[in-house]
């Protein structure tokens, strides 16, 4: 019997075929990809201060590679970014990513809290009582007699063109009854 050449099928066991189906290519091009975003990955946990570091979940050898890198200028710096990008591969980065975005989101928080804190100190020095109302809204703890005092110095700053003392002492005020 002669064998035609789609009978070679009937010899391979069908959970083979079915293995063979699951196999995902990857492209060349996708693992390079891959490997520069693990490599910028690891230059962000570089460009992390060390309380920043101490947050996210690092093993004792990746954490020695980054405090290395940290201290390591120019070409040197380069090769031991790829080290970390390597090592990153080798690891589950996902808590990473979940810690520096958290990281990145309490910061972004600072930030427009900061802001906000700005914009109603503006307020206060521009408007005097009528914004008093609003942080006094905000902040029920807030010493208005004291910031009535505060206020009227930046005022007085402000109209003699003087450097803006008064008008940081309100913002440190406001920045205390926000994290109180």
């Known amino acids: ?15 083979q075929e079915e293995e063979d189906e699951e196999i995902i290519w990857v492209s060349k091009s996708e693992i ?52 970390i990008g390597k090592m990153l ?26 802001h906000k804190l700005e914009h109603l100190r503006d307020r206060l020095i521009d408007q005097g009582d009528d914004a008093m109302t609003e942080v006094i809204t905000l902040y029920p703890q807030a010493d208005r007699q004291q910031l009535r005092s505060m206020i009227r110095n930046a005022q007085k700053e402000k109209a003699a063109n003087k450097t803006p003392k008064a008008a940081r002492q309100i913002f440190q005020y406001l920045r205390e009854l926000a994290e109180a």
């Open 89 to 114: 591969r080798q690891r589950d980065e996902d808590p990473i990513r979940q810690a520096l975005d958290k990281l990145k989101n309490r910061h972004n928080q600072q930030v427009a809290l900061f």
């Open 32 to 83: 390079k990809r891959d490997a520069e975003e693990l490599k910028r990955l690891g230059a962000e946990l570089v460009d992390l201060g060390k309380n920043s570091l101490d947050k996210i979940p690092l093993d004792e050898d990746l954490r020695n590679a980054i405090e290395l890198a940290q201290r390591i200028k120019k070409e040197g710096r380069r090769r031991q970014l790829q080290l």
């Open 1 to 15: 019997m002669t064998r035609q050449p789609e009978d070679w099928l009937d010899d391979v066991p069908d959970n």
